[in-house]
């Protein structure tokens, strides 16, 4: 198994206000869904309810530290992450597994974290309350990057990052 986290940030590192993104770049969201389309993704309780229901086409996993916590027969819940990789290691799947939010999510992959998939929007947000946490730049290296532009679907220029650590094969 491989852990990717994929997040879109502002300038700041800023990813959400009030649990909503802060902004819906139609080119990020799909590229979004391309990536993750047909794997796993993994997010906190609080992105699982901002989002509403599980993503289609995609195996939902809810990691929450609510035990009671039953969102929805098609989603997977978990309460530690030591539960959850104990799964992921014996079924000695190649998959790639996204982690797609929130912060704290975030926080505790990034340590394990073999590639981030960050579209980083060239524009900060003052009324941001969540942030992504700070990438130690010496345990990564960019292998990819694309420039897109402010248009009529996008209202700020954006550019997607990809980063692999330093070290790792994949």
């Known amino acids: 198994m491989s852990i990717s986290l994929i997040v879109a940030a502002d300038e700041r590192g800023a990813i959400g206000v009030n649990n909503q993104l802060l902004c819906k770049l139609k080119g990020d969201l799909k590229y979004f869904k391309e990536k993750t389309k047909n794997h796993t993704v993994v997010m906190g309780r609080n992105t699982y309810e901002s989002i509403g229901k599980p993503l289609p086409n995609r195996t939902n996993i809810v990691l929450t530290s609510d035990v009671?916590?039953?969102?929805?027969?098609?989603?997977?819940?978990?309460?530690?992450?030591?539960?959850?990789?104990?799964?992921?290691?014996?079924?000695?799947?190649?998959?790639?597994?996204?982690?797609?939010?929130?912060?704290?999510?975030?926080?505790?992959?990034?340590?394990?974290?073999?590639?981030?998939?960050?579209?980083?929007?060239?524009?900060?947000?003052?009324n941001a309350d969540t942030f992504f946490p700070t990438m130690n730049m010496d345990e990564w290296k960019r292998v990819s990057y694309e420039v897109r532009y402010e248009d009529a679907d996008n209202d700020y220029d954006y550019t997607f990052y990809t980063y692999k650590r330093k070290g790792e094969s994949k």
């Open 68 to 126: 009671h916590y039953d969102p929805d027969e098609e989603v997977y819940t978990y309460n530690s992450l030591s539960e959850l990789m104990n799964d992921y290691n014996e079924s000695e799947n190649d998959e790639e597994v996204f982690v797609i939010g929130g912060s704290s999510l975030y926080e505790l992959f990034l340590p394990i974290a073999d590639t981030v998939y960050l579209t980083r929007i060239h524009h900060t947000f003052d």
